[in-house]
Nanobody, 126 residues
Framework: QVQLVESGGGLVETGDSLRLSCAAS????????MAWFRQAPGKERESVAV????????YYADSVKGRFTISVDNGKKTFYLQMNSLKPEDTAVYYC???????????????????WGQGTLVTVPS
C-alpha cells in the first residue's frame, strides 16, 4: 500500500491558478500510474489527468485540456496538478490516486486505482 497525502486546495477566483500536490510515503512512485480525479457535489468522481506507469503517456479530460498539467517528481515521491485559468465548474474535491497494475486502456478508470488520497477541496465561486 502507498499512503498519499494531498495539499494545495483552496478558495480562488475565476482565472486564478492553483497547484495541487500528492505526496507518497514509504516508496518511490516509479512504476505507478498516477492520476487526479475530482468529484463535484451531486456528481460522480471523474478523471482529470493521468500519467501512465512508464510516464510515456499523459491524458487529460476534455474539460481541462490546455489549462491543467500533471507532472511528477520521483525524487520527491510527489506528483502535481497545475491548474490554470480556473473556472467555477472546476469546483470539486480533488483526489490523487496511484496504481501499479493500471494498463493504458484503463488509465481514466477510477476502478483501476487502489491507492487514494483523502481529497482536497478546490472552490471557484461563480
Amino acid at each position: 500500500q502507498v499512503q498519499l497525502v494531498e495539499s494545495g486546495g483552496g478558495l480562488v477566483e475565476t482565472g486564478d491558478s492553483l497547484r495541487l500536490s500528492c505526496a507518497a510515503s514509504g516508496r518511490t512512485l516509479s512504476g505507478y500510474a498516477m492520476a487526479w480525479f475530482r468529484q463535484a457535489p451531486g456528481k460522480e468522481r471523474e478523471s482529470v489527468a493521468v500519467i501512465s506507469r512508464t510516464g510515456g503517456y499523459k491524458y487529460y479530460a476534455d474539460s481541462v485540456k490546455g489549462r491543467f498539467t500533471i507532472s511528477v517528481d520521483n525524487g520527491k515521491k510527489t506528483f502535481y496538478l497545475q491548474m490554470n485559468s480556473l473556472k467555477p465548474e472546476d469546483t470539486a474535491v480533488y483526489y490523487c490516486a496511484v496504481g501499479n497494475r493500471v494498463i493504458t486502456s484503463e488509465l481514466m478508470n477510477r476502478e483501476a486505482y487502489d491507492n487514494w488520497g483523502q481529497g482536497t477541496l478546490v472552490t471557484v465561486p461563480s
